[in-house]
């Protein structure tokens, strides 16, 4: 499974963006997809993460801001962010499992809110 995301940038607090990742090779295998980050001097987190099933979990910290869907006849998964706050500024990374306990990761993208 290969996962290219995209959307990431600068932001003042306040505002939005929309991450997209997309899968492609063996997607046929994959039971969830989300999203994790890693602030600078921190460990990696889960933001949101959703399963083929349906469900859906996400940080504490963004719950209420964020959303988290999929789109399954694109092989992608979005994130979208609103009232971007300043300690969300990290590397956003897209996730897949697949049915096997198998990770993947995308190769992340810088989202920057400035205060």
């Known amino acids: 499974v290969q996962l290219q995301a995209s959307g990431g940038g600068l932001v003042q607090a306040g505002g939005s963006l929309r991450l997209s990742c997309t899968a492609s090779?063996?997607?046929?295998?994959?039971?969830?997809m989300g999203w994790f980050r890693q602030a600078p001097g921190k460990q990696r987190e889960l933001v949101a993460m959703?399963?083929?099933?349906?469900?859906?979990d996400y940080a504490e910290s963004v719950k209420g801001r964020f959303t988290i869907s999929r789109d399954g006849a694109k092989n992608t998964v979005y994130l979208q962010m609103n009232s971007l706050k300043f300690e969300d500024t990290a590397v956003y990374f897209c996730?897949?499992?697949?049915?096997?306990?198998?990770?993947?990761w995308g190769q992340g993208t810088l989202v920057t809110v400035s205060s």
């Open positions: 996730y897949a499992r697949n049915s096997f306990g198998s990770n993947y």
């Open positions: 090779g063996s997607i046929f295998s994959i039971s969830a």
């Open positions: 959703k399963t083929n099933g349906g469900r859906t």
